[in-house]
C-alpha cells in the first residue's frame, strides 16, 4: 500500500491576521525577465557533441569576431555548451547592480560542472540589451560516468552564476513614486470579503474614504495630503497593517503522492455512504508439459494464470451535515483505507453533499 499522508488545516471560515505586505501587492512593481543565448566553455568533455550545429556555429561566430578562422573538423573537444541564460530585473534595478543568472544547456550536453560563461547579451521581450552576464557556474551536483559505471546527483545541466551580470539599462516598469497619487493593492488571493475588510482597515487606520475596493481582487489607495512626495512612508504604513482575509472551504488532493489537504470550514451535507473493501490476487503457476512416451514432442512449460477476488460486505452509514474532522471521524470508524477517501470524497461531491470546491492535483 502507497504511502498517504492526510492533512487537515483547522482553519477558521476567517483566517488569522496577515500583513497586508504578505497577501497583496502593488499594481505595477514587478520584476522584468530578461534572457540570452550564451556559451560555456572550459568543460572537461562534457559539453555538447559535434553533432550540435548551433553550437559550432555559435563558436566559430565568436572566433571569427576575433580574426580567428578555423575549419568545422577542429571542433571535437566538447568543452563547449549552448545555454540559455534568464535572470530576473526587480523593478529597483540600475544600471551597475548585478544580478544573479541561472544557466541551463539547451543541447546534448552531459554536465556544465567546471565551466565558466562567456560573456552574454540579456535581452527583454522588446529585443533591447538589459545586462551582460559572465563568470564561473556553480552546479549543485556530479555525473561521473566509468568504465560503463554512471554516479549522478542532481541535475547537472543546470547552474548559477552569481552576481553573474550587470545591469546596463534600467527596466521599463520602473514607477516614480513621488508623483503617484494613488496605488492600486492587488490581492494574491482574489475575494471580495478580503478586498472590503482591506479598504476597512486602511480607512480605519490611516484616513476615511481614503481605500475603495475596485473588485474581489484589487484595493484602490489614495495617498493623503500629508504624504504627498513621501508615498514611500505611505506604502510602509499601509504594508504594517493586519487584515484577516477570507478562506473559501477547499479540499485539495494529489492523487500522485497520495495528499490530502482539507480546510475545517468544508462542510458536509446529510449523505449516505457504502463502503467495501475487496481484494484482487493474480496468480501464476507454473507447470511441465510431458510429451507421450515416443512422441517426438519436447517438454514444454506452461504458465496458468489464476484470478481470486474477494469482497466484504458494505455497511451503510448516514453522516449527517459535519465538519470535515467529523467526516473523518466516521470514515475511521468505518474502517476506510486512507487509500479510498479520495474516491469517497469525489463521490461526495458528485452527490452534491460536499459543499467545497474540489481541487484534484
Not at 550540435?52 to 573538423?73: A, F, H, N, Y
Request: glycine share 10%; with cysteine.
Amino acid at each position: 500500500m502507497s504511502l498517504f499522508l492526510l492533512l487537515l488545516c483547522q482553519l477558521p471560515r476567517s483566517a488569522d491576521a496577515a500583513r497586508v505586505k504578505d497577501i497583496a501587492e502593488i499594481y505595477g512593481v514587478r520584476d522584468h525577465m530578461i534572457s540570452g543565448i550564451g556559451l560555456v566553455t572550459g568543460l572537461n568533455r562534457t559539453g555538447d557533441s559535434i553533432q550540435s550545429e548551433v553550437t559550432i556555429q555559435m563558436l566559430m561566430q565568436r572566433l571569427q569576431g576575433q580574426g580567428i578562422s578555423v575549419p568545422v573538423e577542429a571542433f571535437r573537444s566538447r568543452n563547449v555548451a549552448v545555454v540559455m541564460v534568464n535572470a530576473k530585473m526587480p523593478s529597483t534595478s540600475r544600471p551597475g547592480q548585478r544580478l544573479e543568472v541561472e544557466v541551463s544547456s539547451t543541447g546534448d550536453a552531459t554536465s556544465l560542472s567546471g565551466g565558466v560563461l562567456q560573456p552574454t547579451m540579456m535581452l527583454a521581450f522588446d529585443g533591447r540589451v538589459y545586462a551582460m552576464a559572465q563568470g564561473p557556474l556553480v552546479v549543485g551536483g556530479y555525473n561521473i560516468e566509468q568504465s560503463g559505471n554512471i554516479a549522478r546527483r542532481n541535475h547537472t545541466t543546470v547552474g548559477r552564476v552569481p552576481s553573474g551580470a550587470t545591469i546596463e539599462r534600467e527596466t521599463p516598469h520602473r514607477i516614480d513614486f513621488t508623483e503617484t497619487a494613488s496605488l492600486d493593492w492587488l490581492l494574491k488571493q482574489p475575494d471580495f470579503t478580503t478586498a472590503r475588510r482591506f479598504a476597512e482597515v486602511v480607512n480605519t487606520e490611516l484616513g476615511s474614504g481614503l481605500a475603495v475596493p475596485i473588485d474581489a481582487g484589487a484595493v484602490r489607495v489614495t495617498i493623503p495630503s500629508e504624504y504627498q512626495g513621501r508615498a514611500i512612508d505611505f506604502i510602509a504604513a499601509v504594508e504594517g497593517l493586519t487584515v484577516s482575509p477570507d478562506v473559501g472551504a477547499r479540499v485539495v488532493i494529489n492523487e500522485r503522492t497520495g495528499t490530502v489537504v482539507m480546510g475545517d470550514s468544508v462542510r458536509i451535507s446529510p449523505v449516505a455512504v457504502a463502503h467495501g473493501g475487496m481484494s484482487i490476487e493474480i496468480r501464476r503457476d507454473v507447470d511441465a508439459s510431458q510429451p507421450g512416451a515416443l512422441s517426438g514432442g519436447q517438454t514444454a512449460v506452461v504458465a496458468n494464470d489464476t484470478i481470486e477476488i474477494s469482497e466484504e460486505d458494505g455497511e451503510l452509514r448516514m453522516i449527517e451535515g459535519v465538519t470535515v474532522g467529523d467526516l473523518v471521524a466516521s470514515l475511521n470508524q468505518m474502517g476506510v483505507q486512507p487509500r479510498d477517501l479520495v474516491q469517497i470524497l469525489v463521490s461526495i461531491q458528485a452527490a452534491g453533499a460536499l459543499h467545497a470546491e474540489l481541487v484534484v492535483n
